[in-house]
């Protein structure tokens, strides 16, 4: 193998389940760099380096002998380039926090924030959240929220972590400082963005803990329970340590702790210390934070929760419950609060799983509930939990709903559907939205829905229906009034889309001149982005034309 192939192989191995094994081609990766250096090799080498590091704290099956001698030469070596050392001190930070240095996890964490940034440092997004995590570790909750709210003011762009990541970090300095609400706040947020991610196993950890810890063992024993199937997949080491030990401190001494204790043991026999099992024994006993956070307050249900409370049995008191949720949901959604309404609304369903108490729901209720919870799901961007929510909706429209409505639902299932790359259902989804806007007599969105109706016609390569569609879409076009500021954009959409049409077709100086119609529209109308990627398209495909000589 040449040095571009053995990088790309260390890259593939150490990011798998056990990056131990990328440390032999990484080796020959080094020797091959150094028998015949290569300048334009030397960066990716150095970063594939710190990949390797990086998993140090993550696996335990990577030598801390061997770790210690890559990170020394990666120090060498930056020192040779003339670059900055942060991304050096940020894996002598995170070597020394796993092997419980407190001393020298102090000392390298200031080392790396006064180094300057340059392309080989860490994910800036990440130091951020490692940051938080050490200013809560060493008690210095106030510090650790400040940076945590810098972060927010500021955000990350790319940090896959962000702000999931910061949140869930954040949780122990919200409550350590006496902002609760912030801390509850921050818990639903971060959770919502990550309950559906079985890869994100260890931030299900910290929400775990943060639950327990604040007196809400029912959502905690709920969250193990929802994500504990996590463990089988090819997850790390390190989390599945932090997801056993949060969820032995839930259920107590038995399979989680027999589990965590063996993964620390692990941890421990690598480093040559006892600190991951002084940190498992903490977690164990830790006390509880707070008596009890409401997470979401009594949802404006006090009463008929009460009720509840006093008289589980009772179905009608589930009832009143649920139906005071239904409308606190309502509230919150129109609010803007979609995460508690979401929330606040998921409870309600959780007790109309009560057959005993679906039979009493009104339903009126019932059609509230789904239609605060399909907005929520879409504002949230939860397609997967949107879609069961938009077929409820329509499988139970109002008789009184009018055909807007109906071409509104059906357009919103139509994009989900698309979004889930299921096209040929969203294309029909979509035609049938067309037509419910035609019969309001609402043009524009009968030009869109049509629009978008033929763009899942392409992508499935449907291009002779997305054509007709096309066609349909352009005879209401010239039904527009000429003195709406909103004709130019509908008409120009249609011009694109039946341009990227005709591309696919091979009828390329079609697609041109109809790319070149699209972007005066929208130039006409302010819509200069548009314009501009039009233009751009118009560019390439010129270029394309003269290249093939036609």
Request: aromatic share 6%; charged share 25%; hydrophobic share 45%.
């Amino acid at each position: 193998m040449n040095l571009e192939q053995l990088i790309a192989q260390v890259d593939s191995l150490v990011f798998g389940t056990d990056p131990a094994a990328a440390l032999e081609p990484f080796g020959r990766a080094v020797a091959v760099f150094d028998a015949e250096p290569d300048p334009e090799q030397l960066d990716s080498l150095l970063t594939t380096f710190a990949y390797v590091v990086l998993q140090f704290d993550e696996y335990a099956g990577l030598p801390l002998d061997r770790t210690l001698e890559i990170l020394d030469d990666l120090e060498r070596r930056h020192l040779d380039a003339a670059n900055s050392l942060r991304i050096v001190h940020f894996c002598r930070w995170l070597l020394a926090r796993q092997v419980g240095d407190a001393e020298l996890a102090e000392a390298q964490y200031q080392a790396c924030l006064a180094a300057r940034r340059d392309d080989f440092a860490w994910c800036e997004g990440c130091e951020q959240i490692y940051q938080v995590r050490h200013l809560i570790e060493t008690g210095r909750a106030a510090e650790a929220v400040a940076v945590a709210e810098q972060a927010f003011a500021t955000p990350v762009d790319g940090c896959h972590q962000q702000p999931h990541a910061l949140l869930a970090a954040a949780l122990p300095g919200y409550v350590a400082v006496g902002d609760l609400d912030a801390a509850a706040d921050a818990h639903r947020t971060a959770y919502r963005l990550v309950r559906n991610d079985p890869d994100e196993l260890f931030a299900h950890s910290q929400h775990i803990r943060f639950c327990v810890l604040t007196g809400n063992q029912e959502r905690a024993e709920e969250l193990v329970e929802r994500h504990l199937g996590g463990l089988e997949a090819d997850v790390s080491s390190a989390d599945a340590l932090a997801f056993c030990a949060a969820a032995g401190r839930v259920r107590g001494e038995g399979e989680f702790t027999e589990r965590a204790w063996r993964l620390a043991a692990e941890f421990d026999h690598r480093n040559g210390t006892r600190y991951q099992s002084e940190l498992l024994r903490s977690s164990l006993a830790e006390r509880p934070w707070v008596d009890q956070l409401e997470l979401l307050g009594d949802g404006g249900c006090a009463e008929q929760l009460a009720a509840v409370r006093s008289a589980p049995d009772d179905p009608w008191a589930g009832w009143e419950l649920a139906k005071a949720q239904i409308e606190m949901a309502h509230r919150m959604h129109l609010d803007g609060r979609n995460i508690e309404a979401a929330e606040i609304g998921e409870q309600a369903l959780v007790a109309l799983a009560d057959p005993r108490i679906a039979d009493l729901a009104q339903l009126n209720s019932l059609n509230v509930l789904r239609n605060v919870l399909f907005a929520a799901y879409l504002d949230l961007n939860e397609p997967h939990a949107a879609l069961p929510q938009a077929e409820l909706v329509l499988a139970n429209v109002p008789a009184d709903a009018g055909p807007d409505w109906l071409g509104m639902i059906l357009r919103k299932k139509g994009e989900l559907l698309e979004q889930l790359n299921r096209d040929a259902e969203a294309r029909d989804t979509l035609i049938a939205a067309a037509a419910q806007y035609g019969l309001a007599a609402q043009l524009h969105e009968q030009v869109a829905a049509l629009r978008l109706a033929a763009q899942s016609a392409r992508y499935i390569g449907e291009l002779d229906q997305a054509e007709s569609l096309l066609g349909e879409a352009r005879v209401v076009v010239d039904q527009l009034p000429a003195d709406d500021l909103r004709s130019p954009t509908s008409d120009a959409v249609v011009h694109w889309e039946l341009a990227l049409v005709r591309d696919m077709q091979g009828r390329l100086t079609e697609a041109i001149e109809l790319a070149i119609v699209s972007a005066d529209l929208y130039e006409s109308v302010g819509q200069l982005e548009s314009a501009s990627n039009a233009r751009d398209y118009i560019e390439n495909r010129q270029a394309r034309l003269r290249a093939s000589g036609s």
